[in-house]
Protein backbone atom coordinates (compact mmCIF):
# COMPACT_ATOMS: atom_id res chain seq x y z
CA UNK A 1 0.00 0.00 0.00
CA UNK A 2 3.09 2.63 0.86
CA UNK A 3 4.72 1.15 -2.07
CA UNK A 4 1.67 2.50 -4.42
CA UNK A 5 1.15 5.71 -2.50
CA UNK A 6 4.91 6.67 -3.32
CA UNK A 7 4.66 6.50 -6.58
CA UNK A 8 1.05 7.81 -7.66
CA UNK A 9 2.23 10.90 -5.45
CA UNK A 10 5.55 11.48 -8.18
CA UNK A 11 2.87 10.59 -10.69
CA UNK A 12 0.34 13.02 -9.88
CA UNK A 13 -0.18 14.69 -6.15
CA UNK A 14 3.47 15.84 -6.45
CA UNK A 15 4.16 15.93 -10.14
CA UNK A 16 7.32 17.43 -11.08
CA UNK A 17 6.28 19.80 -13.67
CA UNK A 18 3.09 20.69 -13.17
CA UNK A 19 2.83 20.77 -9.39
CA UNK A 20 6.54 21.28 -7.81
CA UNK A 21 7.32 23.27 -11.39
CA UNK A 22 11.12 21.41 -11.01
CA UNK A 23 13.05 20.92 -14.04
CA UNK A 24 11.22 23.05 -16.57
CA UNK A 25 13.76 23.89 -18.83
CA UNK A 26 14.32 20.72 -20.64
CA UNK A 27 9.87 20.41 -20.77
CA UNK A 28 10.16 23.59 -22.57
CA UNK A 29 12.85 22.40 -25.17
CA UNK A 30 12.38 18.95 -25.56
CA UNK A 31 8.67 19.24 -26.15
CA UNK A 32 8.67 19.81 -29.64
CA UNK A 33 7.49 16.22 -30.35
CA UNK A 34 6.34 13.00 -28.54
CA UNK A 35 9.65 10.79 -29.76
CA UNK A 36 11.72 13.73 -28.04
CA UNK A 37 9.82 13.68 -25.31
CA UNK A 38 9.66 10.12 -24.46
CA UNK A 39 13.45 10.07 -25.50
CA UNK A 40 14.09 12.68 -22.68
CA UNK A 41 11.65 10.82 -20.55
CA UNK A 42 13.25 7.77 -20.28
CA UNK A 43 16.95 9.66 -19.82
CA UNK A 44 15.69 11.22 -16.85
CA UNK A 45 13.90 7.96 -15.54
CA UNK A 46 17.23 6.29 -16.08
CA UNK A 47 19.30 8.96 -13.76
CA UNK A 48 16.67 9.12 -11.37
CA UNK A 49 15.83 5.68 -10.52
CA UNK A 50 20.15 4.70 -10.45
CA UNK A 51 21.34 8.02 -8.67
CA UNK A 52 18.59 6.99 -5.73
CA UNK A 53 19.39 3.68 -5.41
CA UNK A 54 22.82 4.57 -5.22
CA UNK A 55 22.47 7.27 -2.38
CA UNK A 56 20.37 5.44 -0.75
CA UNK A 57 22.70 2.16 -0.33
CA UNK A 58 25.51 4.55 0.74
CA UNK A 59 23.48 6.97 2.75
CA UNK A 60 24.58 6.15 5.80
CA UNK A 61 28.28 6.71 4.80
CA UNK A 62 28.32 10.28 3.33
CA UNK A 63 29.28 13.21 5.60
CA UNK A 64 26.44 15.26 5.71
CA UNK A 65 28.85 18.55 5.11
CA UNK A 66 30.08 16.83 1.87
CA UNK A 67 26.98 15.13 0.70
CA UNK A 68 26.07 18.13 -2.40
CA UNK A 69 29.41 17.62 -4.07
CA UNK A 70 28.70 13.83 -3.61
CA UNK A 71 25.52 13.61 -4.85
CA UNK A 72 25.87 15.71 -7.73
CA UNK A 73 29.14 13.02 -8.81
CA UNK A 74 26.96 10.55 -8.82
CA UNK A 75 24.59 12.08 -11.02
CA UNK A 76 26.91 13.48 -13.31
CA UNK A 77 28.15 9.87 -13.22
CA UNK A 78 25.12 8.56 -14.61
CA UNK A 79 24.52 11.64 -17.00
CA UNK A 80 27.67 10.44 -19.32
CA UNK A 81 26.35 7.18 -19.40
CA UNK A 82 23.14 7.94 -20.48
CA UNK A 83 24.93 10.50 -22.84
CA UNK A 84 27.31 7.69 -24.18
CA UNK A 85 24.78 5.47 -24.55
CA UNK A 86 22.24 7.72 -26.83
CA UNK A 87 25.04 8.67 -28.96
CA UNK A 88 25.87 4.61 -29.45
CA UNK A 89 22.57 3.50 -29.91
CA UNK A 90 20.09 6.31 -31.38
CA UNK A 91 22.13 9.25 -32.68
CA UNK A 92 19.54 11.03 -34.50
CA UNK A 93 17.65 11.18 -30.88
CA UNK A 94 21.04 12.19 -29.57
CA UNK A 95 21.14 15.00 -31.91
CA UNK A 96 18.06 16.60 -31.67
CA UNK A 97 17.93 16.63 -27.72
CA UNK A 98 21.42 17.71 -27.88
CA UNK A 99 22.59 20.20 -24.72
CA UNK A 100 19.57 19.12 -22.54
CA UNK A 101 21.28 15.89 -21.96
CA UNK A 102 24.47 16.78 -20.10
CA UNK A 103 22.33 19.39 -18.82
CA UNK A 104 19.85 17.03 -16.74
CA UNK A 105 23.06 16.73 -14.41
CA UNK A 106 21.22 20.29 -12.81
CA UNK A 107 17.82 19.19 -13.66
CA UNK A 108 16.37 20.25 -10.15
CA UNK A 109 14.24 17.19 -9.87
CA UNK A 110 17.16 14.43 -9.55
CA UNK A 111 19.22 16.83 -6.72
CA UNK A 112 15.65 17.18 -5.16
CA UNK A 113 14.75 13.44 -4.56
CA UNK A 114 18.29 12.56 -3.69
CA UNK A 115 18.07 15.74 -1.04
CA UNK A 116 14.62 14.88 0.39
CA UNK A 117 13.82 11.50 -0.11
CA UNK A 118 16.67 8.85 -0.87
CA UNK A 119 19.14 10.37 1.39
CA UNK A 120 16.55 9.58 4.28
CA UNK A 121 14.73 5.85 2.55
CA UNK A 122 15.70 2.25 1.99
CA UNK A 123 16.77 1.35 -1.46
CA UNK A 124 13.32 -0.22 -2.06
CA UNK A 125 11.17 3.06 -1.68
CA UNK A 126 13.77 5.39 -3.26
CA UNK A 127 13.59 3.07 -6.74
CA UNK A 128 9.96 3.18 -6.12
CA UNK A 129 10.32 7.18 -5.23
CA UNK A 130 12.29 7.67 -8.79
CA UNK A 131 10.18 5.91 -11.11
CA UNK A 132 7.12 7.61 -10.11
CA UNK A 133 8.35 10.87 -10.22
CA UNK A 134 10.44 9.97 -13.34
CA UNK A 135 7.12 8.50 -14.68
CA UNK A 136 5.52 11.68 -13.74
CA UNK A 137 8.00 14.23 -15.72
CA UNK A 138 7.71 11.88 -18.77
CA UNK A 139 3.87 11.86 -18.18
CA UNK A 140 3.31 15.88 -18.20
CA UNK A 141 6.46 16.06 -21.27
CA UNK A 142 4.64 13.69 -23.05
CA UNK A 143 0.97 16.13 -22.82
CA UNK A 144 2.98 18.98 -23.35
CA UNK A 145 4.34 17.10 -26.55
CA UNK A 146 1.37 16.21 -27.98
CA UNK A 147 -0.65 19.37 -28.39
CA UNK A 148 2.61 20.94 -29.55
CA UNK A 149 2.94 18.15 -31.80
CA UNK A 150 -0.59 17.53 -33.26
CA UNK A 151 -0.79 21.56 -33.94
CA UNK A 152 2.96 22.26 -35.01
CA UNK A 153 2.98 19.29 -37.46
CA UNK A 154 0.23 17.91 -37.28
CA UNK A 155 1.57 14.22 -36.49
CA UNK A 156 1.73 12.17 -33.36
CA UNK A 157 4.52 9.80 -32.73
CA UNK A 158 5.49 10.36 -36.40
CA UNK A 159 1.29 9.24 -37.65
CA UNK A 160 -0.16 11.54 -39.90
CA UNK A 161 -3.49 12.50 -38.07
CA UNK A 162 -4.74 15.59 -39.35
CA UNK A 163 -5.17 15.90 -43.13
CA UNK A 164 -3.42 16.91 -46.16
CA UNK A 165 -5.27 20.78 -46.03
CA UNK A 166 -4.33 21.17 -42.52
CA UNK A 167 -1.93 24.10 -42.16
CA UNK A 168 0.64 23.69 -39.53
CA UNK A 169 0.63 26.13 -36.74
CA UNK A 170 4.45 26.49 -36.93
CA UNK A 171 4.00 28.80 -33.69
CA UNK A 172 3.40 25.63 -31.65
CA UNK A 173 6.85 24.19 -32.39
CA UNK A 174 8.75 27.45 -32.24
CA UNK A 175 9.73 28.48 -28.61
CA UNK A 176 6.77 31.01 -27.64
CA UNK A 177 4.58 27.55 -28.29
CA UNK A 178 6.08 26.39 -25.42
CA UNK A 179 5.40 28.77 -22.97
CA UNK A 180 1.86 29.33 -24.22
CA UNK A 181 1.22 25.17 -23.77
CA UNK A 182 2.78 24.87 -20.85
CA UNK A 183 1.18 28.02 -18.80
CA UNK A 184 -2.89 26.93 -20.29
CA UNK A 185 -2.00 23.25 -18.74
CA UNK A 186 -1.28 24.62 -15.84
CA UNK A 187 -4.32 26.81 -15.63
CA UNK A 188 -7.03 24.36 -16.66
CA UNK A 189 -5.22 21.92 -13.92
CA UNK A 190 -5.55 24.41 -11.42
CA UNK A 191 -8.95 25.07 -12.70
CA UNK A 192 -10.02 21.61 -12.01
CA UNK A 193 -8.27 21.71 -8.89
CA UNK A 194 -10.45 25.33 -7.98
CA UNK A 195 -13.77 23.51 -8.88
CA UNK A 196 -13.19 20.09 -7.34
CA UNK A 197 -12.66 21.59 -3.66
CA UNK A 198 -15.61 23.85 -4.55
CA UNK A 199 -17.79 20.53 -4.96
CA UNK A 200 -16.07 19.09 -1.80
CA UNK A 201 -16.73 22.08 0.38
CA UNK A 202 -20.52 22.65 -0.53
CA UNK A 203 -21.83 19.22 -0.73
CA UNK A 204 -20.21 17.66 1.80
CA UNK B 1 40.88 38.43 -33.62
CA UNK B 2 38.45 41.32 -34.48
CA UNK B 3 36.45 42.94 -33.13
CA UNK B 4 33.53 42.40 -35.31
CA UNK B 5 32.91 38.66 -34.89
CA UNK B 6 33.02 39.49 -31.00
CA UNK B 7 29.74 41.82 -31.53
CA UNK B 8 28.30 39.52 -33.51
CA UNK B 9 28.29 36.56 -30.71
CA UNK B 10 27.16 39.42 -27.71
CA UNK B 11 24.59 40.86 -30.45
CA UNK B 12 23.54 36.75 -30.95
CA UNK B 13 23.21 35.53 -27.34
CA UNK B 14 21.92 38.74 -25.89
CA UNK B 15 18.96 39.26 -28.31
CA UNK B 16 18.62 36.31 -30.93
CA UNK B 17 19.42 33.54 -29.03
CA UNK B 18 18.27 34.71 -25.22
CA UNK B 19 18.88 32.56 -22.55
CA UNK B 20 15.17 32.11 -21.69
CA UNK B 21 13.34 33.14 -24.86
CA UNK B 22 14.98 31.02 -27.31
CA UNK B 23 16.99 28.26 -25.71
CA UNK B 24 14.94 27.37 -22.30
CA UNK B 25 18.13 28.00 -20.10
CA UNK B 26 17.36 29.00 -16.48
CA UNK B 27 13.71 28.82 -16.43
CA UNK B 28 13.37 27.92 -12.74
CA UNK B 29 14.73 31.18 -11.67
CA UNK B 30 12.86 32.82 -14.10
CA UNK B 31 9.28 31.95 -12.85
CA UNK B 32 10.35 31.31 -8.92
CA UNK B 33 13.07 35.05 -8.59
CA UNK B 34 11.00 37.24 -11.02
CA UNK B 35 8.95 38.51 -8.43
CA UNK B 36 10.53 41.61 -7.65
CA UNK B 37 12.37 43.84 -9.48
CA UNK B 38 15.41 44.01 -6.65
CA UNK B 39 15.66 40.74 -6.42
CA UNK B 40 15.83 40.14 -10.42
CA UNK B 41 18.71 42.38 -10.89
CA UNK B 42 20.63 40.25 -7.81
CA UNK B 43 20.37 37.51 -9.59
CA UNK B 44 21.10 38.56 -12.86
CA UNK B 45 24.28 40.02 -11.66
CA UNK B 46 25.06 37.05 -9.99
CA UNK B 47 24.61 35.00 -12.75
CA UNK B 48 26.08 36.87 -15.63
CA UNK B 49 29.05 37.33 -13.05
CA UNK B 50 29.35 33.34 -12.59
CA UNK B 51 28.58 32.94 -16.27
CA UNK B 52 31.79 34.93 -17.14
CA UNK B 53 33.76 33.34 -15.11
CA UNK B 54 32.56 29.82 -15.46
CA UNK B 55 33.00 30.12 -19.21
CA UNK B 56 37.08 31.23 -19.37
CA UNK B 57 37.59 28.54 -16.44
CA UNK B 58 35.93 25.55 -17.90
CA UNK B 59 37.40 26.63 -21.30
CA UNK B 60 40.71 26.37 -19.84
CA UNK B 61 40.32 22.70 -18.16
CA UNK B 62 38.60 21.62 -21.20
CA UNK B 63 41.50 22.35 -24.04
CA UNK B 64 44.56 21.74 -21.85
CA UNK B 65 43.03 18.88 -19.61
CA UNK B 66 40.70 17.10 -21.79
CA UNK B 67 41.56 17.23 -25.23
CA UNK B 68 44.07 15.27 -26.38
CA UNK B 69 46.68 16.98 -27.77
CA UNK B 70 50.83 17.83 -27.42
CA UNK B 71 49.54 20.69 -25.06
CA UNK B 72 47.47 18.38 -22.56
CA UNK B 73 48.98 19.18 -19.42
CA UNK B 74 48.75 15.61 -17.71
CA UNK B 75 50.58 14.08 -21.23
CA UNK B 76 53.32 16.47 -20.31
CA UNK B 77 53.79 16.78 -17.17
CA UNK B 78 52.42 13.76 -15.50
CA UNK B 79 53.22 11.28 -18.46
CA UNK B 80 56.23 13.10 -19.34
CA UNK B 81 55.64 12.75 -22.75
CA UNK B 82 55.62 9.47 -23.15
CA UNK B 83 53.20 7.42 -25.50
CA UNK B 84 49.92 8.50 -26.76
CA UNK B 85 48.13 11.81 -24.87
CA UNK B 86 45.14 10.71 -23.28
CA UNK B 87 41.63 11.55 -24.58
CA UNK B 88 39.71 12.70 -21.86
CA UNK B 89 36.41 14.21 -23.14
CA UNK B 90 34.24 11.78 -22.31
CA UNK B 91 34.84 13.40 -18.29
CA UNK B 92 33.17 16.37 -19.66
CA UNK B 93 29.95 16.93 -18.04
CA UNK B 94 31.51 15.90 -14.61
CA UNK B 95 34.53 17.95 -14.82
CA UNK B 96 32.55 20.89 -15.64
CA UNK B 97 29.68 20.59 -13.30
CA UNK B 98 32.20 20.25 -10.21
CA UNK B 99 34.48 23.00 -11.50
CA UNK B 100 31.23 25.01 -11.36
CA UNK B 101 30.89 24.16 -8.03
CA UNK B 102 34.00 24.90 -6.63
CA UNK B 103 33.96 28.10 -8.60
CA UNK B 104 31.06 29.42 -6.96
CA UNK B 105 32.28 28.62 -3.72
CA UNK B 106 34.94 30.23 -4.65
CA UNK B 107 33.77 33.16 -5.64
CA UNK B 108 31.72 33.39 -2.63
CA UNK B 109 34.41 33.38 -0.22
CA UNK B 110 36.56 36.00 -2.61
CA UNK B 111 33.15 38.33 -2.73
CA UNK B 112 33.01 38.09 1.16
CA UNK B 113 36.62 38.95 2.08
CA UNK B 114 36.91 42.05 -0.56
CA UNK B 115 34.09 43.68 -0.47
CA UNK B 116 31.17 42.69 2.09
CA UNK B 117 28.59 45.37 0.16
CA UNK B 118 28.55 43.33 -3.04
CA UNK B 119 28.66 40.54 -0.77
CA UNK B 120 25.56 41.33 1.20
CA UNK B 121 23.58 42.22 -1.97
CA UNK B 122 24.22 38.88 -4.39
CA UNK B 123 24.78 36.35 -1.18
CA UNK B 124 21.50 34.97 -1.25
CA UNK B 125 21.82 34.05 -4.83
CA UNK B 126 25.02 32.68 -5.20
CA UNK B 127 24.25 29.10 -3.83
CA UNK B 128 21.44 28.85 -5.85
CA UNK B 129 23.51 29.10 -9.09
CA UNK B 130 25.58 26.15 -8.56
CA UNK B 131 22.35 24.09 -9.88
CA UNK B 132 21.53 26.41 -12.37
CA UNK B 133 21.16 25.28 -15.82
CA UNK B 134 22.96 28.70 -17.39
CA UNK B 135 26.21 28.28 -16.32
CA UNK B 136 26.67 24.65 -17.01
CA UNK B 137 24.81 25.62 -20.40
CA UNK B 138 27.41 28.55 -21.33
CA UNK B 139 29.84 25.72 -20.71
CA UNK B 140 28.59 23.71 -22.76
CA UNK B 141 27.84 25.90 -25.66
CA UNK B 142 31.33 27.31 -26.14
CA UNK B 143 32.75 24.30 -26.33
CA UNK B 144 29.92 22.76 -29.22
CA UNK B 145 30.45 26.26 -31.19
CA UNK B 146 34.53 25.73 -30.87
CA UNK B 147 34.69 29.20 -30.17
CA UNK B 148 38.59 29.88 -28.41
CA UNK B 149 39.40 31.76 -25.30
CA UNK B 150 37.70 35.55 -25.23
CA UNK B 151 35.13 34.45 -27.63
CA UNK B 152 34.16 32.36 -24.98
CA UNK B 153 34.29 34.92 -22.28
CA UNK B 154 32.63 37.18 -24.32
CA UNK B 155 29.92 34.58 -25.13
CA UNK B 156 29.59 34.07 -21.31
CA UNK B 157 29.06 37.22 -19.97
CA UNK B 158 26.22 38.32 -22.85
CA UNK B 159 24.52 35.15 -22.43
CA UNK B 160 24.37 36.87 -18.65
CA UNK B 161 23.35 40.08 -19.80
CA UNK B 162 20.46 38.37 -22.10
CA UNK B 163 19.14 36.32 -19.04
CA UNK B 164 19.21 39.50 -16.74
CA UNK B 165 17.31 41.49 -19.62
CA UNK B 166 14.67 38.62 -19.51
CA UNK B 167 14.54 38.53 -15.68
CA UNK B 168 14.10 42.32 -15.23
CA UNK B 169 11.39 42.30 -17.97
CA UNK B 170 9.13 39.71 -16.39
CA UNK B 171 10.03 41.38 -12.92
CA UNK B 172 8.48 44.20 -14.03
CA UNK B 173 5.60 43.16 -15.96
CA UNK B 174 5.05 40.85 -12.58
CA UNK B 175 4.99 43.09 -10.50
CA UNK B 176 1.64 45.10 -12.44
CA UNK B 177 0.26 41.71 -12.85
CA UNK B 178 -0.09 40.93 -8.86
CA UNK B 179 -2.59 43.98 -9.12
CA UNK B 180 -4.41 42.45 -11.69
CA UNK B 181 -7.70 41.09 -11.76
CA UNK B 182 -7.71 37.77 -13.50
CA UNK B 183 -9.38 34.27 -13.76
CA UNK B 184 -7.99 32.57 -10.25
CA UNK B 185 -6.90 29.66 -12.43
CA UNK B 186 -5.01 31.39 -14.07
CA UNK B 187 -2.52 32.88 -11.38
CA UNK B 188 1.23 32.94 -10.24
CA UNK B 189 3.13 30.64 -12.57
CA UNK B 190 0.19 29.91 -15.05
CA UNK B 191 -0.13 33.68 -16.36
CA UNK B 192 3.84 34.27 -16.02
CA UNK B 193 4.18 31.51 -18.57
CA UNK B 194 1.29 32.82 -20.65
CA UNK B 195 3.37 36.51 -20.68
CA UNK B 196 7.05 34.44 -21.36
CA UNK B 197 5.24 33.65 -24.43
CA UNK B 198 4.40 36.62 -25.75
CA UNK B 199 7.42 37.78 -24.71
CA UNK B 200 9.11 34.93 -26.57
CA UNK B 201 7.35 35.91 -29.46
CA UNK B 202 8.56 39.62 -29.45
CA UNK B 203 12.22 38.46 -28.93
CA UNK B 204 11.42 35.71 -32.37
CA UNK B 205 11.65 39.47 -33.86
CA UNK B 206 15.02 39.30 -33.71
CA UNK B 207 15.58 36.49 -35.81
CA UNK B 208 15.30 38.41 -38.83
CA UNK B 209 18.15 40.71 -37.61
CA UNK B 210 21.43 40.23 -40.40
CA UNK B 211 24.47 40.86 -38.86
CA UNK B 212 28.01 39.75 -40.31
Known amino acids: MKISKIFLKGLYDNNPTFRLMLGLCPVLAVSTSVHNAIGMGTAVIFVLVSSNLIVSLIRKIIPHKIRIPIFVIIIATFVTIVDLLMAGFSPALHKSLGLFIPLIVVNCIILGRIETFASKNNAILSIVDGLGMGFGFMFALVIIATFREILGYGTWFGMQLLGQHFQPVILMILPPGAFITIGLLMGFLNWIEHRHIHKHLTYK | MDIQSLLIIAVGSIFI ?13 YIGVSQKLDSAFGMGMAVS ?52 ASLVQFVEMVIQKISPGLYKALGIYLPLITTNCTVLGVSILNIDASY ?23 AGLREKLELTNGPRAMKGAPIAFILAGSMSLAFLGFTGLKIG
Not at chain 2, 17 to 29: E, K, M, Q, T, W
Open chain 2, 17 to 29: SNFVFARFLGICP
Open chain 2, 49 to 100: FVMSMASVVTWVIYHYFLVAGSTNVIFRFIMKGQGSPPDLTYLRTVTFILVI
Open chain 2, 148 to 170: NFIQSFINGLASGIGFTLALILM
